[in-house]
């Protein structure tokens, strides 16, 4: 399989960010929050049907009731496994308690890390610095190594304390891991890459099999050369100030093929990773249903 052909546009939209980002510190909110997420049916050969996909709640007082929403709407689903693709918190400084939400999930739930949960690319100055070495990764089958990403904004101990509080309110995060599971009778293998833009990514090597693969990592542009079914990433916001529409034809959202893969990055559940509420591109929870 190719590597997912995103960067380029990626890199792109974080550059447009900042500038964004500077002018709605002066200018004011420029958009609206969505109080609800829109729910998206992505149809997969081969795939169970009632899995839930969410990302980048980026989870603060400020959008509590909009996530906790967003967990209701899962739950009147009646998923039968929910995955969360990283970007937990908001910022340092967070009350970790707040993550007792998940616990009100109504089924098994897996997760990976994002790059906010490592404090690393999370402002404007170590941003600029991802944005660069990742273009530098390795991504290729048997050669994936983004260690150079690891940097003095990689902070490991706060990962691992999220990492505990998500445990204690019933969520199985993935680090380098994977887990085979039972969905209706058919076999599910769900492999959880840890954040790319940390340094922490590690694809474990596997087996073939004939159960139905599933590879989340936070962040598209550091996707690799995974034997998959399905692959599900978020970061983007959708573009955040783009219409889905656009940010669909510039990959930032959407689905793509692989080489008989599908690749899904999520417009995400979360108002933003911006100290304002400014986001255009509407929150979203994706249904995965077979084909």
Partial sequence: MRVLQQLSPISRFFSVTLVLSAL??????????????????????????????????????????QARTAVDQINAMHPKLVLIGGDFVFGKGEDLAIHSLWSEIDAPVYAVLGNHDYHSGDHASSLVGKIVSVRSASLQAGQYDVTHLQDNTTDRAYA???????????????RNEVVELEIDGKPVRLVGVDDGWAGMAAPPALEPTDAFTIYMIHEPECIGEWDADLI?????????????????????????????????????????????EVRVAPPEILRIVPA
């Fill in 24 to 65: 709605t510190a002066s200018l004011g909110a420029v958009a609206f929050e969505p109080r609800s997420c829109e729910i998206t049916s992505l149809a997969v050969e081969g795939a169970p049907d009632g899995i839930v996909f969410i990302a980048d709640p980026h989870l603060r007082e400020g959008n509590l009731s």
């Fill in 160 to 174: 691992d304390e999220l990492e505990a509080v998500l445990e204690q309110n019933g969520v199985h995060v993935l």
């Fill in 232 to 276: 599900l990433a978020g970061h983007t916001h959708g573009g955040q100030f783009l219409p889905a529409g656009v940010a669909n034809r510039l990959g930032l959202s959407g689905e793509s093929q692989q080489n008989n893969t599908t690749v899904y990055v999520t417009r995400g559940i979360g108002t933003s990773s911006l100290p304002w």
